[in-house]
């Protein structure tokens, strides 16, 4: 079975450029997160989904941080405009229901020059 | 104000050994407790899960224990090997809601 299939692996723009990370969940999870990780925050929950419904949003950072899932098997994030302090390893997760086990993506590597 | 912390120190054991790790939490009432098992380069992957009306859960060689009055759960890997070199992440769910917090980790480093 596939699992968490997040797009790109790896994305360097530069500063003020729109970056789009892509995130296909594994199909029946009706949960899905998207996280950040640093190595001075660790890893950080920006927002979650149920049913492609925003739940909690209080972990993004600010408006310049977006997130939508048109449908159950696909999620965008998007940052406009990059800064270089968003250079971090941006996490997909999803899962079957509340309190089961989360199922991580790759994560993308994203580096803002 | 609300945290959670894990062994800020990597930790170094001789393969065989048992490993103990700590995730200590302040301010939340967790209905269930997560660990999880990150390699370089990957994403975290799922371990085992503790309820908050469960004291001890075990898969294997790994074993987690729940003590919502000390705040504390101890995650134990005995027989350790180098393949269990990795940095371990405990999550507690902070409410009713379907998200998880995580700790910084511990990176644990099993020596032959």
């Known amino acids: 079975d596939a699992g968490v299939i997040q797009s790109p692996r790896h994305e360097v723009t530069e500063m003020g450029q729109e970056v789009t990370l892509r995130c296909k969940p594994i199909?029946?999870?009706?949960?899905l997160f998207w996280y950040r990780q640093t190595m001075m925050r660790g890893l950080e929950l920006l927002i979650y989904?149920?049913?492609?419904?925003?739940?909690?949003d209080s972990g993004m950072p600010e408006d310049r941080f977006s997130a939508k899932m048109p449908n159950a098997s696909f999620s965008t994030l998007k940052i406009q405009p990059s800064e270089p302090r968003d250079s971090a390893v941006y996490f997909c997760?999803?899962?079957?229901?509340?309190?089961?086990?989360?199922?991580f993506g790759d994560g993308t590597r994203l580096s803002i020059l | 104000s609300q945290k959670i912390e894990q062994n800020s120190e990597a930790l170094n054991i001789q393969e065989g050994k048992t490993a103990t790790l700590t995730c200590n939490y302040t301010?939340?009432?967790?209905?269930?407790l997560q660990w999880y098992r990150q390699d370089p380069g990957r994403g975290p992957v799922f371990l085992l899960l503790?309820?908050?009306?469960?004291k001890e859960k075990r898969k294997e060689r790994l074993k987690v224990t729940f003590d919502t009055t000390l705040k504390q759960s101890l995650f134990h890997i005995t027989a350790s090997q180098p393949a269990d070199s990795a940095t371990y992440l405990c999550?507690?769910?902070?409410?009713?809601?379907?998200?998880?917090?995580f700790g910084q980790g511990t990176e644990l480093s099993v020596k032959p």
């Open positions: 199909s029946g999870h009706d949960y």
């Open positions: 999550a507690l769910s902070p409410g009713e809601g379907g998200k998880l917090i």
């Open positions: 301010n939340y009432s967790p209905a269930y």
């Open positions: 989904f149920n049913n492609n419904v925003p739940i909690d």
């Open positions: 503790i309820r908050e009306n469960e």
């Open positions: 997760a999803s899962s079957a229901g509340r309190g089961q086990p989360q199922h």
